[in-house]
């Protein structure tokens, strides 16, 4: 009989503790966050190219996670200042910036001819409400 209770409890602890966090998924109520922050305002670079910088990290935003431009072009520097990879994609093309981590810096050039809002996510933390927007005024 104690042996039986015995097996019983430790079933029952491997069952809870086996259930209890170990997983590659999100959490089901994961859902995306607004862009936060005052919008920055692109500086006027060379030729001019409008240019401006966002920050990642270990915290997974955009640093701005807003960016206002004029109609032109824009070149956007992802730097990553952690140690998890992150990466820069417009949700309404396939045009981005690739992998960065730790320390690393690349840079895209895009063309935004018409005003709007053009949002951007990193595909690695969308589901965790890492995004952003580049405002055309």
């Known amino acids: 009989m104690r042996l039986a209770c015995a097996a019983a409890v430790v079933t029952a602890v491997a069952l809870v503790t086996g259930s209890a966090g170990c997983s590659n998924r999100d959490s089901p109520r994961a859902h995306p966050k607004r862009p936060t922050g005052p919008p920055v305002v692109a500086s006027a670079g060379p030729g001019g190219v409008q240019v401006v910088t966002i920050e990642v990290d270990d915290g997974l935003r955009f640093r701005p996670s807003v960016v206002e431009m004029r109609p032109g072009k824009l070149t956007i520097r992802l730097h990553d200042g952690g140690t998890t990879p992150h990466n820069l994609r417009f949700t309404a093309t396939d045009r ?36 952003g927007s580049v405002v055309v005024r």
């Open 96 to 131: 981005g910036i690739s992998n960065v981590v730790g320390g690393q810096t690349r840079e895209a050039t895009f063309t935004a001819a018409a005003p709007g809002t053009y949002s951007f996510v990193c595909t690695y933390h969308e589901r965790l409400g890492m995004n």
